[in-house]
Nanobody, 119 residues
Framework: QVQLVESGGGSVQSGGSLNLSCAAS????????MRWYRQAPGKQRELVAA???????SYLESGKGRFIISRDNAKKTVSLQMNTLRPEDTAVYLC?????????????WGQGTQVIISS
């Protein structure tokens, strides 16, 4: 029943900004760490940003100073504000969260949202 749905992807010019959101729904007792990953064609999936249940963030080195991850526990959402975007940021961005659904505590994934940055 648990579902994660991303939104906010799109196509922008280098130097532009995007705000990605991920909403969790279904039978949820608790949400622990939430994360954003990205995967580009021909590249390995990489962790872009993570945020603990208490709101402590961490970032991929290249995202520091450009990206901000945040969460709204009441809305069961996690967002990723991305500024000063570069062509190398082009990828499918995937939401990931550790969730207790009342029966099982494990990792859940969204479908992904495409981000395209043109030069």
């Amino acid at each position: 029943q648990v579902q994660l749905v991303e939104s906010g992807g799109g196509s922008v010019q280098s130097g532009g900004s995007l705000n990605l959101s991920c909403a969790a729904s279904g039978t949820i007792n608790a949400i622990y760490d939430m994360r954003w990953y990205r995967q580009a064609p021909g590249k390995q999936r990489e962790l872009v940003a993570a945020i603990t249940g208490g709101g402590s963030p961490s970032y991929l080195e290249s995202g520091k100073g450009r990206f901000i991850i945040s969460r709204d526990n009441a809305k069961k959402t996690v967002s990723l504000q991305m500024n000063t975007l570069r062509p190398e940021d082009t990828a499918v961005y995937l939401c990931n969260a550790e969730i207790d659904n009342g029966r099982y505590r494990g990792l859940y994934w969204g479908q992904g949202t495409q981000v395209i940055i043109s030069s």
